[in-house]
């Protein structure tokens, strides 16, 4: 079984600028994550999606951030512009139904840093 | 609002030594609870999922336990070896998942 996909690995770009990721899950996961990683910090959950429907985006600062996952399958994350916060590991993880038994796969993650 | 803690934040200890990581976790009421490692510059890898259901989990060297009722969990690692230095996080699933900062581990040769 292949495991979450993730690009790119790395990227670093100046405050202000805009910015994409990439994830696509593991086949067949109808839930999807994105959670942001500060260093030092364990992961703080940005957005929920359940097949291509948002359940969860209450922490999502969604005046410079936004996500989609129109076919119910991959998903980008954007930012748009970025501060200097927003440097931190972006992780995105999949489950297979979302149900409260379920576990987390998680993918190896984007390091963001803005200069 | 449910807070998870995790101790010691950083743990040194010789190779051949077993170990034991802290989790605890203020509203009992959680359906699971996960232990992830965290190796540097990396993504998270599953370790051990425990339902509320059970009391531990075991794979390996590693074995989880979960206290429901006193809000615990522990993470013991057998025979520890210089691979097994990375960063545990411990996450707890009730409407949400929430993780602890984690536990920084490091296994001296």
């Known amino acids: 079984e292949a495991g979450v996909a993730q690009s790119p690995r790395y990227k670093i770009i100046e405050k202000r600028q805009s910015v994409a990721f990439w994830c696509n899950p593991i086949?067949?996961?109808?839930?999807l994550y994105w959670y942001q990683q500060i260093l030092g910090q364990g992961p703080k959950l940005l957005i929920q999606?359940?097949?291509?429907?948002?359940?969860?985006d209450s922490q999502l600062p969604k005046d410079r951030f936004s996500a989609e996952r129109l076919k119910g399958v991959d998903s980008t994350l954007k930012i748009q512009p970025a501060k200097l916060e927003d440097s931190a590991v972006y992780l995105c993880?999949?489950?297979?139904?979302?149900?409260?038994?379920?576990?987390?796969?998680f993918g190896s993650g984007t390091r963001l840093t803005v200069v | 609002k449910q807070e998870v803690t995790q101790i010691p934040a950083a743990l040194s200890v010789p190779e051949g030594e077993n170990l034991v990581l802290n989790c605890s976790f203020t509203?009992?009421?959680?359906?699971?609870l996960q232990w992830f490692r965290q190796d540097p510059g990396k993504g998270l890898t599953s370790l051990l999922l425990?339902?509320?259901?059970?009391r531990e989990q075991t794979s390996g060297r590693l074995n989880a336990s979960l206290d429901k009722s006193s809000g615990r969990s522990t993470l013991y690692i057998a025979a520890s070896q210089p691979g097994d230095s990375a960063t545990y996080l411990c996450?707890?699933?009730?409407?949400?998942?929430?993780f602890g900062k984690g536990t920084r581990l490091h296994i001296l040769p």
């Open positions: 993880a999949s489950s297979l139904t979302g149900g409260r038994l379920d576990g987390y796969t």
């Open positions: 086949s067949g996961h109808a839930t």
């Open positions: 999606f359940q097949n291509n429907g948002v359940v969860d």
């Open positions: 509203d009992s009421a959680i359906y699971n």
């Open positions: 425990i339902q509320s259901s059970q």
């Open positions: 996450a707890v699933r009730d409407d949400k998942i929430i």
